[in-house]
């Protein structure tokens, strides 16, 4: 919704130096695409002098660069991380969300608890005991499990589908045809007949308040007790996580990546793309993966700020060097076979 920009400052705990009227701000936008009543960034003085130049109504910008040279009348705020205050300030700004309203063609089953100013959509199905915080909005299409427990300000998109015993904080976001709490992957093998039955998967799954979970993405249940995804962690699209998984706050982990049951993640975390942890694994606080790294079942990985990649993987620097080696024993060996065919 608008705002003005010396009211957007104190929201933002940022300094403003203008020296007209206060401009009311509108949305947010890329340099190039700037226009009247739009708040662009910049972090570097290039991109401040092109800020400036812009038609936007005021520039975002570091601290160390707004005050380098004059800004022609243009309104500046000045903060130290520009690009997460414009982050902060696009939210809002968002626009005001449609009035509640529940579709007709929603199902909703005896039982289910549905709290103020909640919104679902066409052809959602909430089953017998379901319950939905306030200001939640369900897309179409959903299938939410009996007993489901929503918080408040969640956002469900279409088709997603919601197993019983999962439970959400508030504030969740999870993106279209995105699977929570489904039975995990675990099976026992009858030595004699090599025949496979599944091992009970009757556990819960919870999901921590500020949690945003990409399209498409799996995450199980646990087999006998919980999965659980901590406060503020951002999971990318086409991510599976195995039963009995932990994810501690404020991780992320890019797409594709696959989490092997039992296994942890520490908090602050960063799980680059392709990611493969084999089971009972466990990646330590502030450690980073690098894409398609490998985690071998039961291997701990520590280091808080340690970049570890390959498979297994390794710290980077001696992976890298393990690269370097190995391509001088190939330039070698291609040079030995060489002087030995002449």
Known sequence: MPITLSQLADRLGAEIDRTGPDPVITGVSSIPGARPGYLVFAEEEVSF?????????????SSRIAGVSGHGGKPVLRTLQPRLAFARAAVLLRGAQASPSIHATAVLAPGVQIEGNVSIGPHATLDEGASVGPGTIIGSGAAIGAGVRMGSNCRIYPRVVIYPGTTLGDRVVIHAGAVLGADGFGYVR???SGEYTQFPQQGTLVIEDDVEVGANTTIDRGALEETRIGRGTKLDNLIHIGHNVRVGRNVVIAAQTGISGSSGVGDG????G???MGDHAFVGNGVILGGQAGILPKKKLLGPGIVFWGTPAKPVRQYLKGLAVLARFAS???????????
């Open 49 to 61: 002098a092109a800020a400036l130049a812009s038609s936007a109504a005021a520039v975002l910008a």
């Open 190 to 192: 009858d030595q004699v």
């Open 269 to 272: 975390a960063i799980l680059g």
């Open 274 to 276: 392709q990611v493969g």
């Open 332 to 342: 070698s060996s291609r040079e030995d076979r060489r002087k030995g065919e002449e």
